[in-house]
């Protein structure tokens, strides 16, 4: 079946500029979870989604970064006023349920580039 | 909160070696365990995992076992080939939130 999915998957941008990043999760996977894949951070964990409610913002890395989910489905990750320092690849992955045993399946990710 | 330190190389090997990754990880209760893998030019995929202690996962010739007393969970194979030439991370995930990845191993198998 279809994976996740993200787009774009390449993104260039100037900075100041605001860009949103869209996940699509497996259909029926409750939970939605957005990492961040930098060289200097290495996979940073952002924040997840359980239905369309987020617990835990505590990982966006600034008040410039939202996300939503609507529908139990599609995902949004918005950043305001980009950074270079923002410059990364953006994962999203999603999961049949919450909980530390279940596995989560990882799409291909985008490419931001902020010059 | 928790972390995850893993050797990050590159390493070097020849074919049919045999692979050692160490992974060490450090959370409260019981995490559950994982290692992913990302071949180049394709996304961050499940090789394996264990959610108790003394539990081994195993995938793909792959094998490591969750070990409480000296927290870690290092990942083996007895034969590696040239494909399985990759970037290795270890993880943990202790609840409902994201995993705990570490830095990543870049593992080169040279034929």
């Known amino acids: 079946g279809a994976g996740v999915s993200q787009s774009p998957s390449n993104k260039v941008t100037e900075k100041g500029k605001d860009v949103e990043l869209r996940c699509d999760p497996i259909?029926?996977?409750?939970?939605l979870y957005w990492y961040r894949q930098s060289l200097g951070q290495g996979l940073e964990f952002l924040i997840y989604?359980?239905?369309?409610?987020?617990?835990?913002k505590s990982g966006l890395p600034s008040d410039r970064f939202s996300a939503e989910r609507t529908g139990g489905s599609v995902s949004t990750l918005t950043i305001q006023r980009t950074q270079q320092e923002d410059s990364a690849v953006y994962l999203c992955?999603?999961?049949?349920?919450?909980?530390?045993?279940?596995?989560?399946?990882f799409g291909p990710g985008t490419r931001l580039t902020v010059t | 909160g928790n972390s995850v330190t893993q050797m990050e190389g590159p390493v070097t090997l020849s074919e049919e070696a045999f692979l050692t990754i160490n992974c060490t990880y450090t959370?409260?209760?019981?995490?559950?365990l994982f290692w992913y893998v990302q071949y180049p030019g394709e996304g961050l995929q499940l090789l394996l995992k264990a959610t108790k202690a003394d539990d081994k996962g195993s995938n793909k010739g792959f094998e490591a076992t969750y070990r409480k007393e000296t927290t870690s969970f290092h990942l083996e194979k007895g034969s590696v080939q040239v494909s399985d030439s990759a970037v290795y991370f270890c993880a943990c995930r202790g609840g409902a939130d994201g995993l705990t990845f570490g830095k990543g191993t870049h593992l080169i198998i040279q034929p």
């Open positions: 989604f359980q239905g369309n409610s987020a617990p835990d």
């Open positions: 992955a999603s999961s049949p349920q919450e909980g530390g045993t279940y596995e989560q399946y």
């Open positions: 259909s029926g996977h409750t939970a």
């Open positions: 959370a409260t209760g019981y995490p559950s």
